[in-house]
């Protein structure tokens, strides 16, 4: 069955600590994303890709950064957690074309302490 | 640029009460509008979609018709039952954009 998975679901870290959130889907999507949602449920765009080695920033400043070497993959790392990184991300993936869903995973809930 | 507005919660209602989530928008061109639902612990979901004016997207019971001349998306339910408890978010895309979201509602349906 298609998919979009995330791992880990849940991370508890300490600050200072190189991180790196795991997203994958099986649909063979061209188009990926990684959201920030506050406490508060508001989604925030941090990164997104429309395609192997191609990648953008989203509306949200981030100290993450991401790669996309194979489509089906879409890591987000963060190279020193902070507490203000504490947050849930998640990952989405969509066809090419405007109309297309986006799929989304069930999300990493990161906690830095 | 482009944005949503949707009424902001948390909206309470009781088991069988008619539901609206008001949703409006801002695009240039001729945006396709989706409702996504976030159940608790989980990811999005698209719940209905409409890609032009005047089409009406319905799963589940819900309902919204995409109104190009008040710019609105508004979502219905006839009769919500507490399972229907979750977060709403209203959405648009323009082009070759990433999808822009309202800030989600949170609706509690109590028995």
């Known amino acids: 069955e298609a998919d979009i998975y995330q791992t880990p679901r849940y991370l508890v870290i300490g600050t200072g600590k190189k991180i790196t959130l795991e997203c994958s889907q099986t649909m063979g999507h061209d188009k990926m994303y990684w959201y920030q949602q506050d406490p508060g449920m508001e989604l925030h765009l941090i990164h997104y890709s429309y395609g192997v080695n191609s990648t953008e920033k989203g509306d949200l400043s981030s100290e993450s950064t991401v790669s996309r070497i194979r489509t089906e993959h879409f890591p987000l790392t963060l190279e020193s957690a902070r507490p203000s990184h504490t947050s849930q991300y998640l990952c989405?993936?969509?066809?090419?074309?405007?109309?297309?869903?986006?799929?989304f995973g069930p999300g990493t809930r990161l906690t830095v302490t | 640029g482009d944005s949503v507005t949707q009424m902001e919660g948390p909206v309470t209602l009781s088991e069988e009460a008619f539901l609206t989530i008001n949703c409006t928008y801002t695009a240039t061109g001729y945006p396709s509008l989706f409702w996504y639902v976030q159940y608790p612990g989980e990811g999005l979901q698209l719940l209905l979609k409409a890609t032009k004016a005047d089409d009406k997207g319905s799963n589940k019971g819900f309902e919204a018709t995409y109104r190009k001349e008040t710019t609105s998306f508004h979502l219905e339910k006839g009769s919500v039952q507490v399972s229907d408890s979750a977060v709403y978010f209203c959405?648009?895309?323009?082009?070759?954009?990433?999808?822009?979201f309202g800030k989600g509602t949170r609706l509690s349906v109590i028995a």
């Open positions: 959405a648009l895309i323009s082009g070759n954009t990433p999808l822009v």
């Open positions: 989405a993936s969509s066809d090419l074309g405007p109309a297309y869903e986006q799929y």
